[in-house]
Nanobody
């Protein structure tokens, strides 16, 4: 599976962005999909995970109530809607797919190239 993340950019604090993760090569319906982020000087961390069917989700405490992960298996695409953005959300955001239900980056089977989100205060 090849994953391509898009939708990043510069936004003011309090604003919103929607990230997309388009897949090719194989259908994402076989995989749990996740969004991770990595800020400068920090380790990559999980943001949100969604199950194959979309019935289960996981959110990092830092984004609960502000971010929403979703997927459209028919379009072979996963999304991350980010609202009420804060300066601490600034990072490179990566989408990933895994055959396991896991929040650990090491358990992801596929990674897309990141998309930069910059939140100005």
């Amino acid at each position: 599976v090849q994953l391509q993340a898009s939708g990043g950019g510069l936004v003011q604090a309090g604003g919103s962005l929607r990230l997309s993760c388009a897949a090719s090569g194989r259908t994402i319906s076989s995989y749990n999909m996740g969004w991770f982020r990595q800020a400068p000087g920090k380790e990559r961390e999980v943001v949100a995970i969604i199950s194959r069917s979309g019935t289960m989700t996981y959110y990092a405490d830092s984004v609960k109530g502000r971010f929403t992960i979703s997927r459209d298996n028919a379009k072979n695409t996963a999304y991350l809607q980010m609202n009420s953005l804060k300066s601490e959300d600034t990072a490179v955001y990566y989408c990933a797919g895994s055959s396991r239900w896991s929040t650990r980056p090491d358990d992801m089977n596929y990674w897309g190239k990141g998309t930069l989100v910059t939140v100005s205060s």
